[in-house]
């Protein structure tokens, strides 16, 4: 397994994770932030976290659709690069089978 996509595992996991048990911390950091600081504008940075967190708890399908983001940010950091080097390394195999079927080997 290659290294990016191993970092595209790690992304697709941690956007799951965090989608999952992290917008209700980081709507409390928005609070403490804008209550420490004075600034009232971050304040929504909370209602939107919070928000968000408190309407992902009550959807029944909260779990499937945190994997699925999760898989769909995976999806999109892969980069196309590695596609194409498996789909030719594939495709190459496929070849060597014919050629071997065929009696092509010229080795």
């Known amino acids: 397994m290659s290294a990016n996509r191993i970092k595209a595992i790690a992304w697709g996991v941690w956007v799951a994770i965090y989608l ?3 917008l209700e911390p980081t709507g409390w950091l928005f609070y403490e932030l804008s209550h420490n600081l004075s600034i009232d504008w971050i304040y929504w940075g909370y209602s939107a976290f919070r928000g968000g967190a408190y309407a992902l708890s009550l959807w029944e399908y909260q ?4 994997i699925a ?7 999109l950091k892969l980069p ?15 070849q060597g ?4 079927a065929n009696g092509d080997n010229k080795s």
């Open 69 to 75: 983001v999760g898989a769909l940010v995976f999806w």
């Open 97 to 100: 089978v014919v050629m071997q």
């Open 20 to 22: 999952r048990f992290g």
């Open 80 to 94: 196309k690069a590695d596609i194409k080097q498996e789909s030719v390394k594939q495709e190459s195999a496929k």
């Open 63 to 66: 779990n499937i659709a945190c």
